[in-house]
């Protein structure tokens, strides 16, 4: 469809440059135009009858002029998206490194589960009699969460990570106003995923580091310093974000404890522990699982995902509404709270297709299949440890837990950067690792390969790393390749400063195939 | 196990390679005593078990597909074309992470671009974000932003607000002790707001249409916010709404917040959504979530790539705009399908097809004794009187096998003046035959 007048791939001149071709593509890799570009007025992807007749009530409100919404055929629209979708790696494409996302495989029963007519199409505020069902996913996913943490309540309705620490450090906050005690410090390590301080200062709290040992620990001698009758909990993430178990982990809880703090703990790589350690053994108060890490729902592109809380028994009232209980006519939705409840998080119930999903996960696993998620993930992860030890620099002794962490002092004096050496990666065929993360070592990378992968794919991973690692060491012409990767894919290396610096956060009429001129963005 | 990757004598030649005698030797930082906990759980099971286990659950519940149905409220049933399901199922959009890695990221990074395009234009705003958890938590960080831009910390919020909106924002405002004042419940969409607004007034929260279905012209309140200093955020949890009413754009709101469900999304019990977050290009640095930007890559190609992440909690921590990370990556990918297979014809059709059965219904119900419909001007739902308890009548409805609407004393428990009042929905998926029945059946029961 190459109407007159109009390219249909913006900016064809700049691609066919690069790629030599006359339209930009590389055979399969195409040019895909924005959908704004490929519509026009007049046409439609949907069949619709016509409006009943009526008098309109909208009381002088109706819309003046045009949205400015494109119009496309279903095959136009299926073409776009699709073409969209392979410029993305994927899981299902080839292993997925990510340390601390877990980008373990997708089962696609959980996706059919969640389709099922009578749960994906029920409505949150039917009458309770006739969602019964759905609340019993509920609850059973809740009694599957409490027995694998050994922790006696759990909130379901945060819709994330994050959303869950929030909720997490809503419950404490409540819990120390029930007790008239107004604390203003959290104590957060500095290797903690960026959101727990901004999880802290949302509740009003000031962030405190707790500084590491040499071994990448908790100092406790630092942490029994920083404690003190103003600090309302401390926030850790178990196993840590070096990839290592807090092995003083009951030291720690009892030593807030007897501040009189509570202890959160960021649940982010329960993978590695789920089934074979459970947090509530360890002395937590409060912890959220990410299910769309532990327990495979899909991290679709960037969520949705899913965040409940477990909470122990000194913090087990203070719930956010609503919750399941069971009453005399079956199960029932509390949601409207006591006085000690904190309030509502969000609309209606919590992410329930994504506790299908993850019941699914759970039930096709068993507690069997669970502790060996744990052990292998674990496993994968000392086996590339022990591949890349001579060749790439480990932050810190083994073994570790579900994740690896260099850093980048093996490419010191090589010009080749983590970041250049992530981009090199992208050439092989694989998505790199998490960079740059955690800050508490220099030029981090940290790698997880998950216990979705097979041993030869974990073999294959540790053969390309082990040759980029010597490729980067032997330096000469192989510096300028790893700083001009990603050279194969359907983008190379973007202008983030360029980005940030003059937003262009949406299309414009007018700015259709306008080129963009590269000089004027120097 | 059928997800698992390793073999015994991987496992075997693994630990072999890493030099340790057994598994239980990784985990030797384990408290004594924490390891290997019995579990009283039931231990793996095959596909098929699995499905048989979510069938019974699936049954015991009434799904709208095979009653009349009227219930809105927040969340809505409208038809998904079959494109867009299968299109959010492939692998590469279904199974890849936040694209932090651009290179390998352009399908999600394009997506989102266009999902912000369109979110901006059907709200008639400048700039949108990549899509919050909800619409309840959009507008509690809108008034967040709202607080960091006017300095201020007061928030209004109407009375015609849902009460999951109200209560998400209270709960948030809490945590630091934030005033915030609730106006009365505002039935009959009459309120002032513009008393309220004082110099301490960081933004009036309101909705359009109210919980109740009332529509309203803002234009004299977003005046009156402007006049004091304050800002108005606009909240829609009918997304649909915006083919046929004029936009909150339109009438000078600085933030809009809504939930994007109705394009794309299945209703799946209330979550998960896809919170929609726009506002004007001065206030971009203050905005919570991902922005998605357009740049350049080295060879001057275009291309996208996530941006002005400074305000995002894994650059700047606690001094973040916000703590969310995950977002709603995919159910926006499903609002920008849908989106893109309407069209502006499409979505103009569609909202008229829910505004014209909705007044049809509203004109049946009108002739029974005793119901009174409460907004002048409405969408697609509207607020009805009963001359007895809603609730009540809810109930005797499902005996009939109709799911009648939502009784405001579900949303507002408690308050005795909505007692009799009943929220219904009418979208494109309710037959003449469904209202025929629902009017039948409320004729018998009341």
Same mark, same amino acid.
């Given at each position: ?101 877990t980008m373990k495989h997708n089962p696609r029963l959980n996706e059919k589960m969640a389709r099922l007519p009578g749960l994906g199409d029920v409505h949150p505020l039917q009458p309770v009699s006739t969602v019964q069902g759905a609340l019993e996913v509920i609850d059973q996913l809740a009694g599957w969460l409490k027995t694998l943490t050994g922790m006696p309540a759990v909130a379901m309705s945060p819709a994330a990570g994050a959303h869950g620490e929030l909720c997490g450090l809503m419950a404490i906050r409540a819990a120390l106003k029930a007790r008239g005690d107004v604390r203003k410090r959290i104590l957060a390590p500095e290797s903690a995923h960026g959101t727990n301080p901004a999880t802290a200062a949302l509740c009003g709290y000031t962030v405190d580091p707790i500084p590491a040992t040499a071994d990448g620990r908790v100092d406790l001698d630092a942490l029994q310093a920083k404690l003190g009758p103003d600090v309302a909990a401390i926030m850790l993430t178990n196993p840590n ?282 | ?21 057994? *598994?239980?030797?990784?985990? @030797?930082? +384990?408290?004594? !005593?924490? /390891?290997? $906990? ?110 960091? *831009?006017?300095?201020?910390? @007061?928030? +209004?919020?109407? !009375?015609? /607000?849902? $009460? ?222 009963l001359p007895q308890p809603a609730a009540s009548v809810v109930e005797k409805l499902v005996e009939k096998k109709i799911l009648g609407g939502v009784p405001a004393s579900r949303l507002f428990p408690g308050d005795k003046s909505l007692e009799n009042v009943l929220l219904v929905t009418v979208t494109e998926t309710n037959t003449e035959g469904d209202m025929d029945k629902l009017v039948a059946a409320l004729k018998e029961v009341l």
């Amino acid at each position: 469809m190459n109407r007159q007048g109009r390219t249909t791939t913006p900016h064809a001149a700049a691609n066919s440059a690069v790629t030599g071709t006359i339209t930009g593509n590389r055979g399969l890799q195409m040019e895909e135009a924005l959908i704004f570009e490929i519509g026009e007025d007049g046409r439609t992807g949907v069949d619709l009858p016509d409006a009943p007749n009526v008098k309109d009530r909208l009381g002088g409100l109706k819309r003046q002029g045009k949205i400015g919404l494109p119009g496309l055929s279903e095959p136009q629209v299926i073409r776009h998206f699709v073409r969209l979708s392979q410029k993305n790696y994927s899981i299902d494409a080839g292993l997925y490194p990510l340390g601390s996302c877990t980008m373990k495989h997708n089962p696609r029963l959980n996706e059919k589960m969640a389709r099922l007519p009578g749960l994906g199409d029920v409505h949150p505020l039917q009458p309770v009699s006739t969602v019964q069902g759905a609340l019993e996913v509920i609850d059973q996913l809740a009694g599957w969460l409490k027995t694998l943490t050994g922790m006696p309540a759990v909130a379901m309705s945060p819709a994330a990570g994050a959303h869950g620490e929030l909720c997490g450090l809503m419950a404490i906050r409540a819990a120390l106003k029930a007790r008239g005690d107004v604390r203003k410090r959290i104590l957060a390590p500095e290797s903690a995923h960026g959101t727990n301080p901004a999880t802290a200062a949302l509740c009003g709290y000031t962030v405190d580091p707790i500084p590491a040992t040499a071994d990448g620990r908790v100092d406790l001698d630092a942490l029994q310093a920083k404690l003190g009758p103003d600090v309302a909990a401390i926030m850790l993430t178990n196993p840590n974000t070096c990839g290592l178990f807090e092995r003083d982990i009951k030291k720690v809880a009892d030593m807030v404890h007897a501040a009189g703090a509570f202890f959160y703990c960021d649940g982010a790589n329960f993978n590695a522990i789920v089934g074979k350690v459970r947090p509530g053994d360890l002395g937590i108060d409060a912890m959220h699982i990410n299910l769309h890490k532990t327990f495979s729902t899909p991290h679709g592109g960037g969520g949705p995902g899913s965040g409940p809380v477990v909470l122990s028994d000194s913090l087990k009232d203070f719930v956010p509404v609503p919750y399941v209980v069971h009453g005399k006519n079956g199960l029932e939705l509390v949601e409207n709270g006591d006085a000690k409840s904190f309030g509502r998080m969000k609309s209606f119930h919590g992410q329930m297709g994504m506790f299908i999903r993850a019941l699914a996960y759970m039930m096709s696993h068993g507690a069997d299949g669970l502790k060996r998620v744990a052990e292998d993930s674990v496993l994968s992860a000392n086996y590339v440890l022990a591949s890349l030890k001579d060749v790439m620099s480990p932050s810190f002794e083994g073994p570790c837990m579900h994740e690896a962490l260099f850093d980048d002092r093996f490419l010191k004096d090589t010009g080749v950067t983590t970041l250049d050496f992530a981009k090199a990666m992208i050439d092989e065929g694989y998505h790199p690792m998490t960079v740059y993360f955690p800050l508490v070592v220099h030029g981090a990378m940290l790698i997880e390969p998950t216990e979705s992968e097979s041993k030869d794919s974990v073999d294959a991973f540790v053969t390309t790393l082990r040759g980029l690692a010597e490729k980067a060491k032997a330096g000469g012409e192989n510096v300028a390749m790893f700083q001009a990767a990603p050279q194969l894919t359907p983008r190379r290396r973007l202008d983030e400063t360029r980005a940030a610096r003059a937003p262009v956060l949406r299309w414009k009429p007018g700015s259709n195939g306008a080129p963009i001129d590269k000089a004027a963005a120097e | 196990m059928r997800y698992l990757g390793l073999t015994e004598a991987d496992r075997h030649e693994m630990l072999e390679t890493i030099g340790v005698p057994g *598994i239980d030797a990784l985990f @030797k930082d +384990v408290p004594a !005593g924490a /390891l290997n $906990p019995r579990l009283d759980l039931p231990p793996h099971q095959g596909e098929l078990e699995v499905e048989r286990a979510f069938a019974a659950m699936a049954k015991k519940n009434v799904s709208p597909m095979d009653v009349p149905f009227f219930l809105g409220a927040g969340a809505y049933r409208h038809h998904i074309p079959a494109a867009v399901d299968h299109l959010i199922q492939r692998s590469e959009f279904l199974t890849s992470y936040t694209p932090y890695q651009p290179e390998i990221s352009q399908g999600t990074l394009q997506y989102l671009f266009e999902f912000q395009t369109q979110v901006s234009m059907i709200t008639g705003m400048e700039v949108a974000n990549a899509s919050m958890y909800d619409g309840a938590t959009s507008a509690a960080e809108a008034v967040l932003m709202a607080q960091r *831009i006017t300095k201020r910390s @007061k928030a +209004v919020l109407s !009375g015609g /607000l849902h $009460p999951h909106y109200r209560d998400t924002v209270a709960t948030l405002m809490d945590q630091t002790d934030q005033p915030h004042v609730a106006a009365p419940v505002d039935l009959a969409g009459n309120e002032d707001l513009s008393t309220l607004i004082d110099d301490q007034t960081a933004c009036v929260v309101v909705q359009n249409p109210s919980v109740f279905g009332q529509l309203r012209d803002l234009t004299s309140l977003a005046r009156a916010c402007q006049a004091k200093g304050a800002l108005l955020v606009v909240a829609v949890t009918e997304i649909t709404s915006l083919g046929l009413i004029t936009p909150p754009g339109a009438m000078g709101a600085d933030i809009v917040v809504a939930e994007g469900q109705s394009i794309g999304v299945p209703l799946s019990f209330g979550g998960p959504y896809v919170g929609l977050f726009a506002t004007r290009e001065k206030y971009v640095r203050q905005m919570p979530g991902r922005l998605c930007g357009e740049t350049v890559d080295q060879d001057g190609r275009r291309g996208f790539v996530l941006t002005l992440s400074a305000r995002e909690q894994h650059i700047r921590r606690e001094k973040a705009t916000s703590n969310i990370c995950t977002n709603s990556g995919l159910c926006a990918l499903a609002f920008t399908i849908h989106m893109s297979l309407l069209g502006e014809a499409g979505l103009t059709k569609l909202a008229e097809i829910n505004h014209g059965k909705a007044v049809q219904l509203a004109e049946k119900l009108s002739q029974l004794k005793g119901v009174a419909i409460v907004p002048q001007a409405f969408y697609n739902e509207f607020a009805i009187t009963l001359p007895q308890p809603a609730a009540s009548v809810v109930e005797k409805l499902v005996e009939k096998k109709i799911l009648g609407g939502v009784p405001a004393s579900r949303l507002f428990p408690g308050d005795k003046s909505l007692e009799n009042v009943l929220l219904v929905t009418v979208t494109e998926t309710n037959t003449e035959g469904d209202m025929d029945k629902l009017v039948a059946a409320l004729k018998e029961v009341l």
